[in-house]
Structures are given as C-alpha cells and as structure tokens.
C-alpha cells in the first residue's frame, strides 16, 4: 500500500467515533501506565516470621503467625523523584523502623498510630535516605489473628495531578463520544482536578467498603488474576458477585504486576476511569434532555460532576464503579431509543443492561424501567389498534426482554443454585447471614416516614452501628450517606460542609415534594410522555433500595451508593423546581471543590 493511501486509510478510521475513542482510551492507559511507573518507587521485600519461615515477599506483608519480633526488609532504589513521606500500615503492634541501619525517631507518630491496622500513620523517611539503595527494616509483633505491614509513598498532590493528566485523552474521547457541549467537557475536567485531590489524600484501602480478610472486592480481582478461574461464590464474602469488573479488574492486575506498578492503585485507576464514563454519558443524556436550556444544562451537568458522594465512590475498588457507568450508558441508549425509536439504540440499551446486570445485580433496575417502557409502547400501539405500531412494539420488546433477560440469567444462576441446595439463606446477597446482628435496623413505618430532620441537620455523618446518627431512619439514612457516604472526615472544616451540605439536601428534598404535589409541568400528556423514562428510572431506583432495607433490615441496605445513577434524573428534577432550588444546587459545587481540595 502506498503512504499517502495508508494515511488515507488511517484518517478515514479515525473519523469514525469509536474508533477515535479506542485510541483515546489506548493513549491514557499507556500515560497513566507511565506516570505510575515514573512516580511509583520500585520495591522489593523479604519477611522474616518468628520461628517461621523467612523469603522474598509482597506487600502488604500478611503472615498467619501470633508472635512478637517479625522482620520484615523492604529494599528500594532513591533518586530526586522518590517521595519522602510514606504510610505505614502495621499489623498489630510495630516496634521500630530503621533505615540503612540508622534508627528511625518514632516520637512524632501519633498516638495508636503504631497499632493502627486500619488507616496507618504517615512518617518523612527523606532525612534516612541515601541516592541509590536503600533498606528499610521493620520489626513488628503480632498478638492475635493475621499479622503484618504495608508501606506505600504518599505521592502529593504534584504526583497525583501528573497520574490525572494522563485520564485526559480517555476523558476527551468520551465527551466527543457522548456529543457534549464544550461548557460540559470544561467541567468534567474540573471535576477531574477534584478527584485528584481526593486521590491524593486517600489511600486506596480508605472507605473502600471492603473487607481485608482475603475474601474482599481486590482479593476477588487477585483470585482472578492468579488462577485464571472464577472463585466458588460461597468461599469469600465478595465472590458471590457477578465477576464481569473482576474480570477486567484482573487484566489490570495482570498489566500491573508485568510493569510492576502498584496493583491496588491501579485498579483504583480502572475505578477512575469507569467513573469518568459514568459522568461523560450522565452529561450527554442531560445535553439531550435539555438541548435548548444551555443554563439549565450547565447547572445539571456541574451538580453530577461535583455530587460529594460522587467523588468519593469514583476510586473505591468494587463492583459499584461498573454498576455506574454501565447505568449510565444504559440510561443514555434508552434515551435516545425512546426519542428517535431506532432499532439499533435499543439492541445497544438491551446489551448494555444485560452487561450491567453481569457486573451488579442492583441493575434489575435498568431491566424494569427498559421493560416496562417497551411495554408502554406497546400497550399504547394496541389501545389505539395501530397493527403495525403494534407489531414494531412486539419486536422490540422480544428484542428487550431476550437480550437483558440472559443477562438477568446469567447473574442470579449460581446464587440461585446455591440457594436451593440450601447452602445460603437469601438468593439476592448470598453473605447476609454473615452480617453483623448489631447493624440491625427496624422496618416499621415509623422508620420509614417522616424525615428526622433535627438529626439530619445536626449530625454531619452516618454511622451504621449508632442509632444517634440517625441510621434507623430510611430517608435520613438515604440523605445522608448520599453527601459523604457512611464515611466520616476529620476536621472542623469538613464538618461544618457537612452540615451545609446537609441544609443544601433538605431543602431540594422539600422543593422536589412541594414541586412533585404541585404538578407544576408535570401533569401534560407530552411532560408525562418526555419524562416517562426517568419517572420509570427515579421509582425503580428508590424502590429498590426501600425493598432492600425490608428484606435486609440491616443499615448498610441503605446506602446511597446502591442507587447513586438517581443523581441524574434528580438534577433534572431539581432544576425545574425553581430559582431557590437552582441556587441549592450551584451551591453544592463550590462546598464540594472546597470539601476535597482541603483534605
């Protein structure tokens, strides 16, 4: 083939949309893949068990032993680009630190800081350092259960902003994938900035809604990678999980232990990226709704980039990240079949839910919205004896209920199994009888209205185990853990946001009912007809989580992350509720700029 006819070729591949956004995407996972590596010190490490045995381990550093005076040796290679502060993680109890064999001072850790398994202290090693090699030893004792250590760098700010930059390209190909307005990838950009920050100032074990006892969302992913095999749904507490993000994640793993970077961060990084596919088709569905409303568009488009809760379920490792942006997708197909009815968007809604569904069972959802839209179609072609419309319906919802229904198959089929040979006791979350009774809550009415807002405005976090928090109400519990999850953050700071992002909530709450008895352009035929799949969508989603805190009467089946797609249909909501309403809103974005880059 000629140059100037392969170049010819290349152009007129790159013109498609896809094929531009598969190059955008190759491009950031290179960048990001660089970044890791040029910021990402090299370790290497070797343990040493109390009469145990000794060799070359990875970090975090696990042994089964009870014992005091295990060792551990961490060897790594120091230049201008080695960050100084590092987080320790030791389990239970370390004893000292030495670096190069020059004792490290361990006056300054904070108090529990030496015991705390859970968040680690951090410590500046820089002043221990010499260019070139290094050995860290740690020597740490373990009273009960499984002991250890980790030890990651604590990168800043700089670093995590170069490791953001490399998103870019994905982001760009996204938004030009999804048909947004310039104003819209201006602000999902900005957003990026923000996860950065968050990134930057928390590990990626931190309000992760994992477990760490080997049978968690990231021991899933390595279970994967390692053995090249799905685990038996009954032997760890996540495995029961439909396995289509443990199967990506386990590429990622694999990608990167062959380039040894950090495993951990870089599937944070795949959680990164799902999320930017979350916000970039959540925008291009607001841009179809709200074509002439620029304003409006704008306003919508920077209270789901900026949505507290938002940021900080985009790096959590787990499942919900492909629930987020799968929902997204779902919902922008459906949208654009229910405004153009071409067949082609529906087949791409059908498989995008059948996707969803091997990723979370939470998208029944999408699978009852989808169906019961089809279904209206065709009741309506029917009511009004259109044979032709009628047999067009039929089709589609063939089409709708084949496809998503192999999905729906496909991912309750081994629980169900496993629920009637009797080895679990409830076919939807296989692991609810292992559930703490203390997390129990009541499912009464009194639970469920009304609103406790003397407590929601005064109690800036959840708390699942404390009832002070307020965690018995549903709304409250609904409320709440949509700001900052069932997370606290520490600080004077953020607890006054908190409480002004709770007032912010509230009164969107009451002007979404104010607005919702009122009618107000609601109650046309053509605003129930524009607005039928988000009506479908907002129902079903609450709905959902309602019936799950019946039938799993434990705080955790409230949390707003189950339902968190709801964003999108509610700012389109909120923004028709008014200049007040609209004020709320804007008012979110700059308490949660100030909320993440401050931590």
């Known amino acids: 083939m000629k140059p100037s006819s392969a170049g010819s070729a290349l152009c007129k591949l790159l013109s498609h949309r896809a094929c531009r956004f598969l190059v955008c995407a190759l491009i950031s996972w290179l960048a990001v893949s660089a970044a890791l590596w040029l910021v990402w010190p090299q370790l290497t490490a070797h343990g040493q068990v109390t009469n145990g045995s000794s060799g070359a381990v990875s970090l975090p550093w696990k042994f089964p032993t009870v014992g005091a005076g295990n060792r551990l040796a961490v060897s790594l290679n120091s230049n201008w680009l080695t960050p100084q502060v590092w987080r320790i993680t030791p389990d239970d109890n370390?004893?000292?630190?030495?670096?190069?064999?020059?004792?490290?001072?361990?006056?300054?850790?904070?108090?529990?800081?030496?015991?705390?398994?859970?968040?680690?202290?951090?410590?500046?090693l820089g002043a221990y350092f010499v260019s070139g090699r290094n050995e860290v030893v740690f020597n740490v004792d373990n009273g009960g259960g499984d002991g250890g250590l980790d030890m990651r760098p604590v990168l800043g700010t700089a670093r995590w902003t170069l490791i953001g930059l490399g998103f870019l390209p994905l982001l760009l190909g996204l938004c030009q994938m999804f048909r947004l307005r310039g104003t819209q990838t201006a602000i999902l950009c900005l957003a990026l900035v923000a996860l950065c920050c968050y990134w930057a100032a928390t590990p990626w074990n931190v309000r992760t809604h994992d477990v760490g006892n080997g049978d968690g969302h990231f021991d899933y992913i390595v279970y994967v990678a390692t053995r090249l095999a799905l685990p038996n749904p009954m032997e760890g507490w996540t495995f029961y999980h439909p396995p289509i993000y443990y199967m990506l994640g386990a590429v990622v793993w694999r990608w990167a232990q062959w380039?040894?970077?950090?495993?951990?961060?870089?599937?944070?990084?795949?959680?990164?990226?799902?999320w930017l596919v979350f916000l970039t088709a959540s925008a291009g569905?607001?841009?179809?709704?709200?074509?002439?409303?620029?304003?409006?568009?704008?306003?919508?488009?920077?209270?789901?980039?900026?949505?507290?809760?938002?940021?900080?379920?985009?790096?959590?490792?787990?499942?919900?990240?492909?629930?987020?942006?799968?929902?997204?997708?779902?919902?922008?197909?459906?949208?654009?079949?229910?405004?153009?009815?071409?067949?082609?968007?529906?087949?791409?809604?059908?498989?995008?839910?059948?996707l969803s569904l091997l990723c979370k069972s939470n998208a029944t959802v999408l699978l009852g919205a989808g169906g019961l839209l089809v279904l209206s179609t065709l009741v309506s072609?029917?009511?009004?004896?259109?044979?032709?419309?009628?047999?067009?319906?039929?089709?589609?919802?063939?089409?709708?209920?084949?496809?998503?229904?192999?999905?729906?198959?496909?991912?309750?089929a081994v629980r169900i199994y496993y629920y009637l040979q009797?080895?679990?006791?409830?076919?939807?979350?296989?692991?609810?009888?292992?559930?703490?009774?203390g997390l129990a809550v009541p499912v009464d009415v009194k639970s469920f209205l009304p609103l406790d807002i003397p407590t929601f405005l005064t109690v800036p976090w959840i708390n699942v185990g404390d009832d002070a928090s307020g965690r018995g109400n549903f709304w409250n519990y609904l409320l709440r853990s949509s700001i900052s999850g069932e997370f606290p953050f520490p600080g004077t700071l953020h607890r006054v946001l908190a409480i002004l992002f709770g007032i912010a909530v509230l009164g969107l709450f009451i002007l979404a009912i104010r607005r919702l008895f009122s009618g107000a352009g609601s109650r046309t035929r053509s605003g129930l007809y524009r607005y039928r799949p988000w009506l479908l969508l907002s129902l079903l989603w609450i709905a959902s989580v309602a019936a799950l805190r019946i039938q799993v009467p434990f705080a955790c089946s409230n949390d707003f992350r189950y339902v968190l797609p709801i964003i999108v249909p509610a700012a389109l909501y909120w923004v028709g509720c008014g200049r007040l309403a609209r004020l709320l809103m804007f008012s979110i974005v700059p308490l949660s700029a100030i909320f993440f880059l401050s931590l």
């Not at 153009?340 to 087949?347: G, K, M, N, S, V």
């Not at 009797?422 to 009774?437: E, F, H, K, P, Y």
Request: charged residues 15%; aromatic residues 10%; proline residues 2%.
């Open 285 to 354: 569905t607001l841009r179809m709704m709200l074509r002439q409303r620029h304003g409006a568009l704008i306003l919508t488009t920077f209270a789901v980039a900026f949505w507290p809760s938002g940021i900080i379920h985009a790096l959590r490792i787990g499942n919900d990240g492909a629930l987020y942006a799968t929902a997204a997708v779902a919902a922008w197909f459906m949208l654009r079949w229910w405004q153009a009815r071409q067949r082609a968007d529906l087949w791409a809604f059908s498989a995008v839910v059948a």
């Open 94 to 124: 370390l004893r000292d630190i030495s670096v190069n064999g020059k004792a490290v001072a361990l006056d300054g850790v904070r108090p529990g800081g030496l015991q705390d398994y859970t968040n680690g202290f951090e410590i500046d």
């Open 381 to 412: 072609a029917l009511w009004r004896r259109k044979a032709r419309k009628s047999k067009r319906a039929l089709l589609d919802l063939v089409i709708f209920s084949g496809v998503a229904g192999c999905g729906l198959a496909l991912s309750f």
């Open 259 to 274: 380039l040894s970077l950090p495993a951990a961060e870089s599937v944070q990084a795949l959680s990164l990226a799902l």
């Open 422 to 437: 009797g080895q679990i006791t409830n076919w939807l979350i296989a692991n609810v009888s292992g559930l703490n009774s």
